[in-house]
């Protein structure tokens, strides 16, 4: 049998190497073995129908919901601060697909569904999520949208209505709970906020105040309305050739400054003192030259450094802006505490739950395609082996391929007196002459189980042969001439081993071998 599977091995390994591989062969099987194939692949499938026909049908039933925040376009500003605290992007479907899915919502659906399995089997019990999802529950965002939609597979259509009417009130409340922890979280944040920024802005007010009565840029609390008195100060400033920053003019908010205005004042009266007296009384008298310098140093302490009025207007900026942020915060504030005390709408159905009143499954039909289909493969694929098992040739070529001495030509059983002149014709051509044909013992050696039982015969005028079996191995040895009859489905790999071992001590004797049809009527 080893040997037999060597052969069969070596000559499947010459069909594979050759250029082209002939298809015809693989049909050839596959119509020898046809009686089988078809059996296995009707008797699977005529099972399949059976089965189905006593499993119970399972149903599936489904609904949409929209999973969008319906409360976005109500409070834009809100809810545009809530998604940066919280980190949220409401495009994210993949992530909130992956939370709808999980235990964080769907467990009491779960829990619910199990104990009614458990009703029915009581080897529920071991029944996981993970199972339960994958194999009753589907839940998938449409292309390109935010619908999402969940269907869920029974067979109760009562339970797959009751399951579905209770995902959606889950979903319906996580969509709430899930907007209420939203805003939570930015009231959460907007409150700490605030406490940070009101300390910043009650420091920064300080600092400001601070400067200014240190300074004396404002009156005695540092924050007085300037009104025509900031006219007269810039006026007179221009007339002594001072500069002073356009961030130190603050309109009606403030006052110039305390200091700069007594300055002014006094100076107006210095000045008006000289050009009085400075009629009356000479140029280097005592009482001009001692108010002349009163003049000048007014003069100069008015030309104040740059440096000071710079600091004060960003004291006045970083105050102002520390105010601004606090009263927006304070009103974010607001509107969200006003937000959360509102009434919020759950997501939105687009379809309420419904049971198809076609099964999903058991599909007799289809099931009954897609066994035949794997079957027939199957069937085909035992025949090929049952085939190589078997250990028969069941291919003229392959007898070709095998057998090492010279293929003559094909004789027929069924036309005896046609089958004696094809042989004695190739005999005669093997010897010259036709006395030395008739004086030879030539044998006709029979191949094949099958064959060698048969009542083959011949029936020759002027050659005499011996039909013999392959296994005649004395008389084979005293034979002058070796002929060989093969046919398909008979000789196996054993024989073609034996009579090529034949073939290679004999060599000399052997004028060829035969083909017997078995088949053709001539």
Not at 19 to 36: A, P, Q, T, V, Y
Not at 52 to 81: C, H, M, W
Not at 491 to 519: A, C, H, M, P, Q
């Amino acid at each position: 049998m080893k040997d037999q599977n060597n052969l069969n091995g070596n000559y499947e390994s010459q069909i594979i190497d050759n250029e082209d591989i002939d298809i015809s062969l693989i049909f050839n099987k596959i119509f020898r073995n046809k009686l089988i194939i078809l059996f296995i692949a009707s008797a699977s499938t005529a099972l399949s129908v059976l089965v189905s026909n006593f499993q119970k049908p399972i149903y599936k039933g489904s609904f949409q919901i929209v999973i969008r925040d319906e409360n976005s376009t109500n409070n834009q500003s809100a809810n545009s601060l809530v998604n940066l605290v919280t980190g949220k992007n409401d495009n994210d479907s993949k992530t909130q697909e992956y939370i709808l899915k999980s235990p964080l919502v769907l467990k009491p659906v779960f829990d619910f569904t199990k104990k009614e399995y458990i009703k029915r089997n009581n080897a529920a019990k071991s029944l996981s999520y993970k199972s339960w999802l994958k194999n009753s529950l589907d839940i998938e965002f449409e292309d390109g949208t935010q619908v999402l939609d969940i269907s869920f597979k029974d067979e109760s259509k009562e339970l797959i209505i009751d399951t579905l009417n209770l995902i959606k009130n889950k979903y319906q409340a996580y969509s709430k709970r899930d907007r209420e922890n939203k805003l939570k979280n930015a009231i959460n944040f907007l409150e700490s906020q605030q406490k940070i920024l009101e300390e910043k802005s009650t420091n920064s007010l300080l600092a400001l105040n601070k400067f200014s009565i240190k300074n004396g840029l404002g009156d005695i609390d540092g924050f007085v309305s300037l009104g025509k008195e900031n006219d007269q100060i810039n006026e007179n400033a221009n007339l002594l050739n001072i500069k002073i920053p356009s961030s130190t003019n603050f309109g009606s908010k403030q006052n110039a400054g305390q200091r700069f205005k007594n300055q002014f004042s006094l100076l107006e009266q210095y000045e008006a003192k000289y050009a009085d007296n400075s009629a009356k009384l000479k140029p280097n008298s005592k009482y001009l030259s001692e108010l002349k310098i009163k003049i000048d140093n007014l003069r100069s302490s008015l030309k104040r450094p740059n440096e000071i009025l710079i600091k004060y207007r960003n004291l006045v900026k970083i105050s102002e802006r520390d105010e601004n942020l606090l009263s927006n915060v304070e009103n974010e504030l607001l509107k969200t505490k006003l937000e959360f005390r509102r009434q919020l709408n759950p997501w939105e159905l687009i379809s309420n739950p419904r049971v198809d009143d076609k099964q999903v499954s058991p599909k007799v039909f289809g099931s009954a395609i897609q066994v035949f289909i794997i079957s027939t493969f199957f069937g085909i694929i035992y025949a090929f082996y049952k085939e190589k098992k078997s250990g028969i040739i069941f291919e003229i070529k392959a007898l070709k391929e095998l057998v090492n001495c010279e293929f003559l030509d094909t004789i027929f059983s069924k036309n005896k007196i046609l089958s004696t002149q094809i042989i004695d014709t190739y005999i005669l051509r093997s010897f010259g002459d036709l006395k030395k044909s008739k004086g030879s013992n030539t044998s006709v050696v029979l191949t094949g189980k099958s064959l060698s039982n048969s009542d083959f015969s011949l029936d020759s005028k002027i050659n005499n042969y011996s039909i013999i079996d392959l296994k005649d191995e004395k008389i084979i040895r005293n034979s002058d001439n070796l002929i060989f009859i093969l046919t398909t489905n008979d000789v196996t790999y054993t024989d073609i081993k034996r009579l090529n071992t034949y073939v290679n001590i004999y060599r000399e004797k052997i004028i060829g071998w035969f083909y017997l049809d078995s088949n053709t009527i001539l």
